[in-house]
C-alpha cells in the first residue's frame, strides 16, 4: 500500500482496492488542500482543521463516530478520547481510528489532548504505522507525545499536525524540530509518499518525517 501525506493530519492510505483519507482540513490552516478522491474518509473530530469535507469527492463513506464500522471491506475501530487534559471540558472530544489495510496496521491519533487510558493502549500497542499530532497547544505538547508514542511502540511513527513557515497564526502550534529533538532524533523522507507492505516493516520503531506538497 502507499502512504501519501498532504499536510496537517490529512493522509491518503491507498491500498489494493480501497482508499482511506484522513481528516480533510480547511484552507485557514495557511495551505490549501487539492481535490482528493476515496473510497472512505475518517474525521476524528468536527473542527474544521479536521472536518473539511468539501475536499473530497462526493461519493465516498464518511466514518466520524467511535466504535466497530466495517465500510466497504475495511475493518474501522474508532476510540473515543479526550481533545484537552481536562476531560474534553475545553475541546470536547476526539477519535483515535485504526485499520487493517493490505496487512498493515495503521493508528491515527487524531487530536490526542490527553495521556492514553489504558484501556485504549491496550487496544492500539504495537501497531504497524502510528499517525502522532506532535504539534502541542492543541494536542499532547512534544515531549509528552514522544512519551505516549514509546508507550505505544510502533514499527513506524508519522509526526502530524505541526507548524510550517505558512501556517496560520491562529494555529499556534510548533514546528516538527521540536517534537524531534524531543523524541530524540528521526528521518526526513523529503518525499511526500511511500511504500509499504508487511515485508519491509522495520525490526524497531523508526520515526520518519515525511514532506508534503505545498510544505
Do not use: W
Not at 21 to 45: C, E, F, M, N
Not at 171 to 183: D, E, G, L
Amino acid at each position: 500500500m502507499k502512504i501519501k501525506y498532504y499536510g496537517h493530519s490529512c493522509f491518503a492510505f491507498k491500498g489494493k482496492d480501497v482508499t482511506v483519507v484522513t481528516d480533510p482540513y480547511d484552507p485557514y490552516v495557511g495551505y490549501d488542500l487539492p481535490r482528493l478522491t476515496a473510497d472512505i474518509v475518517t474525521v476524528s473530530h468536527q473542527h474544521s482543521d479536521h472536518n473539511y469535507l468539501k475536499a473530497v469527492k462526493p461519493g465516498a463513506a464518511v466514518v466520524d463516530t467511535p466504535g466497530e464500522h466495517d465500510v466497504k471491506g475495511i475493518g474501522i475501530k474508532g476510540y473515543e478520547v479526550n481533545h484537552d487534559s481536562a476531560g474534553g471540558s475545553r475541546r470536547g472530544k476526539s477519535i483515535i481510528f485504526c485499520m487493517d489495510i493490505d496487512g498493515i496496521r495503521l493508528c491515527h491519533l487524531g487530536d490526542l489532548g490527553e495521556r492514553l487510558r489504558d484501556d485504549v493502549l491496550e487496544k492500539i500497542k504495537g501497531a504497524d504505522v502510528l499517525f502522532a499530532p506532535v504539534g502541542g497547544f492543541f494536542t499532547l505538547e512534544p515531549d509528552r507525545m514522544a512519551e505516549e508514542i514509546r508507550r505505544v511502540s510502533p514499527r513506524i511513527v508519522i509526526p502530524m499536525h505541526y507548524a510550517v513557515e505558512t501556517t496560520s497564526g491562529d494555529m499556534p502550534i510548533k514546528p516538527v524540530s521540536q517534537f524531534v529533538r524531543a523524541y530524540g532524533g528521526g528521518e526526513e523522507l523529503k518525499t511526500d509518499e511511500f511504500d509499504i507492505n508487511p515485508e519491509n516493516l522495520p525490526d524497531t520503531t523508526k520515526m520518519y518525517v515525511m514532506d508534503f506538497y505545498n510544505k
